[in-house]
């Protein structure tokens, strides 16, 4: 099925045990915090149900019955294609984008992929625990998210050895009749306050000493022994303020929970690896793998957003003909449409080595994309700062720009290029803040002069005379005899007399020959 956003929302009452700022939450659905992340998510079902995306995130199970796609395996690379298109259309429709089916829908195909391996290799029976839950989330559309990483307490040690405790990694304690009892905690856990169920895998890969470790399982997050601890909100700002002053993130935050699992009963049929440590790499490296895939496709609405916010805010300063400015912007669209790239590629030349009926994005690709965004992010900011100037932290605020005494001087010193209303200007640059950081980022780049001026200085103040008589030198191109640092050098040749070369050798330079 396909559900509609009123009964996407219906579920979310569920008595789970959450808290966020310090207090217990009774409704995530009313919460001042919660809420944004609620509605974001919400895109999630609003999106399948508008018949202009309907051909994109519906398919039909073998039934017939309408489910999304997203809950479906990737078979081929047009599957993979068309996974990367739901993710990138939600993504730019939504600030959070497909936030219930992204992590979730990764962590399910990664496990088709490791029952199908242990089921060849072991004989268990994994493929139809995975299929025939695959399918309860298919007729109820459950909303999913993804718990990967453990707390995992001293980095340097393996789970088994640590000191404290034994929970730093989530573990079976308990194996009954029915299922298995676990206990643990995962961390930074995204989409949790507005998904209906977790599906937890490894984090690592682990040896036979932390089999108890090696564990992969479905859980509804109002399961008793579940706590939510939710981060703290990066605004603290809603509502109509909320996306004046902070238009990203007013909607997108909290999103990630610390889940506490406090001897958790899991039933058999939702149990997908138990203790069978030698398949956590296979698990862990495809859940890379389709993740990745999704991190790409997030990123392109970001890295699209944040180029246009730097094209667009050159353009309503007044520098969008400066060349500094256009060799920035023209940089700034190669690392966007390089991830984009790659990330395609990733999907039409898929990985299909463990041999099973399924296809994931192609490692190489996928972690070059991945690696281009992540490492080059920070100057993608650095340069919208920098094209911004220091309006983009010292901005005013909703509060600021809706008081009528001080509103006309906002609106006469805070106007710019003409024919730019200064509201849309302060609004980019409320957005520029709100998506690249801080005070303490944009002043330490505008204050005392943005770097252009710097470069200016530099150009105007550097030795270039030193620098070309170095060259010179080198070069053996006359001109560099008077510089008083370059001209008093001596030559080596005509100052060390060496003994006549024995021009007997075979291997003599011919430079030496006469
Ligand atoms: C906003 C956000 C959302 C997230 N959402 C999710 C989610 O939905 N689901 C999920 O499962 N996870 C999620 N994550 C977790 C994410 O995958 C982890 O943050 C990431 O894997 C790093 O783990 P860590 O935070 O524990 O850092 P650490 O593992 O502590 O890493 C810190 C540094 O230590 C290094 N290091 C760690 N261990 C070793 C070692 N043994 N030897 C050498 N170097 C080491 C690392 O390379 C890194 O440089 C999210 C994270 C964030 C920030």
Avoid at 102 to 120: E, N, R
Avoid at 239 to 267: A, K, M, N, W
Wanted: charged share 25%; aromatic share 10%.
């Amino acid at each position: 099925m396909i559900r509609t956003v009123e009964q996407y929302l219906e579920s979310l009452d569920d008595g789970r045990q959450i808290w966020c700022m310090g207090e217990k939450v009774s409704d995530v659905r009313t919460h001042p915090t919660l809420s944004g992340i609620i509605r974001t998510a919400s895109m999630d079902y609003v999106l399948p149900n508008r018949p202009e995306f309907r051909d994109l995130f519906v398919t039909q199970d073998e039934e017939g019955e309408d489910i999304n796609f997203l809950l479906t395996s990737p078979k081929t690379p047009e599957d993979l294609l068309r996974r990367r298109e739901c993710f990138i259309t939600g993504v730019r429709a939504g600030a959070g984008g497909i936030l219930v089916h992204c992590m979730g829908s990764d962590a399910l195909a990664a496990l088709t992929v490791s029952a199908q391996v242990m089921d060849k290799e072991l004989g268990t029976d994994y493929s139809e625990r995975v299929e025939n839950y695959r399918k309860l989330l298919q007729k109820q559309d459950l909303a999913i998210t993804g718990a990967i990483t453990d707390v995992k307490g001293d980095r340097s040690l393996r789970p088994s050895k640590q000191k404290q405790h034994k929970d730093y990694y989530l573990r079976v304690v308990d194996k009954q009749k029915d299922g298995i009892v676990v206990r643990g905690a995962k961390v930074h856990i995204s989409a949790s306050p507005c998904a209906n169920e977790a599906l937890c895998l490894p984090c690592r890969t682990h040896g036979e000493e932390d089999k108890e470790y090696a564990l992969a399982f479905a859980t509804p997050l109002n399961a008793p022994g579940i706590k939510l601890l939710a981060v703290e909100p990066v605004s603290r700002t809603y509502g109509e303020e909320g996306e004046f002053d902070y238009p990203r993130t007013s909607t997108l935050q909290p999103t990630e929970c610390l889940i506490v699992f406090d001897d958790v009963f899991v039933p058999w049929e939702r149990v997908f690896m138990c203790e069978e440590w030698q398949f956590s790499r296979v698990l862990a490296y495809a859940f890379a793998s389709y993740h990745r895939l999704f991190g790409t496709c997030k990123m392109i609405g970001k890295l699209e957003t944040i180029t246009g916010a730097a094209a667009l805010v050159a353009d309503y300063n007044g520098v969008d003909k400066a060349p500094h400015v256009q060799k920035k912007l023209a940089w700034m669209a190669m690392i966007t449409e390089s991830v984009a790239l790659l990330g395609k590629s990733a999907c039409l030349d898929p990985t299909t080595d463990f041999g099973q009926d399924v296809v994931m994005p192609n490692r190489m690709a996928i972690n070059a994309s991945k690696y281009t965004f992540a490492s080059n992010f920070h100057q993608m900011c650095q340069h919208l700062q920098d094209i911004a100037g220091g309006l983009a932290t010292t901005v005013p605020t909703f509060r600021d720009w809706n008081n009528a005494e001080i509103q006309p001087y906002i609106e006469k010193y805070l106007s710019a290029k003409d024919g730019i209303p200064t509201e849309h200007r302060v609004r980019l640059m409320r957005l520029v803040k709100d998506m690249t950081g801080n005070f303490y980022q944009i002043d330490t780049i505008h204050g005392e002069g943005s770097m252009a001026a710097q470069e200016m200085f530099l150009y105007g103040s550097a030795d270039w005379y030193k620098y070309k008589s170095a060259a010179k030198r080198a070069a053996n191109i006359a001109g560099w005899q008077e510089h008083p640092i370059y001209g008093k050098l001596l030559s080596e040749i005509e100052e060390v007399k060496m003994p006549a070369v024995d021009e007997s050798y075979k291997s003599i330079p011919i430079t030496f020959k006469k």
